[in-house]
């Protein structure tokens, strides 16, 4: 079962970057024996550099040389070339990477209109040898930011190809969403372009706000430092830059938001990379978590937090775990699910957590959230038996929730303030095959999403009645 990343604009690589580095870290944590396994083909491909070849006969020998599954996409060289120059310069060669120069200019219509059909030819090719070394393909992950121009624009159009290309494929979406004070004047506009694609085009979005990142980064600090906690900070510290010193945390506070991302990605992908009892495949979340195809946004929520900062803290109790990923203050996105509706919720545990415990925690959350009155059991499980480096257990929760709403009704309110006196307008619609329309069509597929969540949320509250069941005469 194979995952296919593609990082886009800067954003997405240096995500994608912090993925890889913990990715690596992960697996050579538990694989000892330099072996190329089952786990570490889901994201590597192993390659004999002397004969070029990656065939069959390579499976289960010795580690020669990995190569990430994964396209790195940029229309500036800046981050792709930092990679290309970092630690990680030999899990990527020439051919998974399309760059150019100039950059999208935190517009969308560059990034989709200009360079899209610019670069189809290009990354559809590359999109093609890469999945021919996949045996199961079994999803794609994009990974952007919804402010700028090529992780918006260029983004959601490598989504659009996915599907044409790959229809059958799933394709998941960790969008990073600007905050209020964003300093790009056009995210807005950009923001409310790529929803409409993502609306469309996408089967799962997890919606990741620049602003909780930073709150989550914050709290970590305080935990470290407060001194309550027996926290020494190890030196390889997953919070830190790959440079491993705790100083990188002023100097770059990027580098511990984009971490937490990565930590986000991989404990989604860790059911895929490593035994459990409980197995889970991306697909099944996609399949479980969204009974309509339009309401595809996850809030996801990382717990305990001190697994993010790599501390040595003493493990609290289990249980807090399950109640700290319902409150908000572990919430990726500034949303409060408990007070709003469900219409499912998956945990995805790692580490050493038994099945016991996990059906007791949901039967002890339970009356304390509110589900649709029809989906009433409608939770999803994974256990994954590696945990995070260096600590016992982990948790993953995401939940498709009314939530989401407000965060897209502020969007729309920053979109209307700039479309209202058609502010920077101009610069979108001198680009080729950029009309005004797209402006109105996507503000109105935005429109279209929230109503969508008010008319769910009109029904919170009401009866829980069970379904009328058939009545068969005998």
Known sequence: DLSLPFAVGQCGNQVGCRFWDLALREHAAVNKKGIYDEALSSFFRNVDTR??????????????SLKA???????????????LQGPLRDVFDSKQLITDVSGSGNNWAVGHKLYGYQYQENIVEKLRKTAEHCDCLQCFFIIHSMGGGTGSGLGTFVLNLLEDEFPEVYRFVTSVYPSGEDDVIT????????????NEHADCVLPVENESLFDIVNKINQMVNSGKLLSTVKQNSLVTSSA?????????????????????????TSSARFEGSLNMDLNEISMNLVPFPRLHYLVSSLTPLYTLADVNVPSRRLDQMFSDAFSRDHQLIQADPKHSLYLACALLVRGNVQVSDLRRNIERLKPSLHFVS?????????????????HSHSLLSLA???????????LKERFMKLYKKKAHLHHYLQIDGMEQSCFSEA??????LIEEYNELDATKGGPRTDPSRLKIAV
């Open 51 to 64: 004969s070029g070849g990656d065939g069959p006969g390579i499976y289960k020998g010795k580690i020669c």
């Open 374 to 390: 029809w989906n009433q059991e409608g939770w999803k499980t994974g256990l994954c038996s590696v945990p995070p480096v260096g």
């Open 400 to 410: 498709n929730n009314t939530c989401v709403k407000p965060t897209f009704i502020e």
């Open 187 to 198: 995210s807005p506009y950009n923001s409310v372009l790529a929803m409409k694609e993502l």
């Open 244 to 268: 491993g010193s705790v100083k990188t945390l002023q100097e770059k506070p990027f580098d511990a938001m984009n971490n937490i991302v990565a930590n986000l990605l991989l404990n989604l």
């Open 443 to 448: 503000v109105s597929s935005l429109s279209d």
């Open 69 to 83: 599954r994964a396209l790195l996409i940029d229309m500036e060289e800046g981050v792709v070339n930092e990679i």
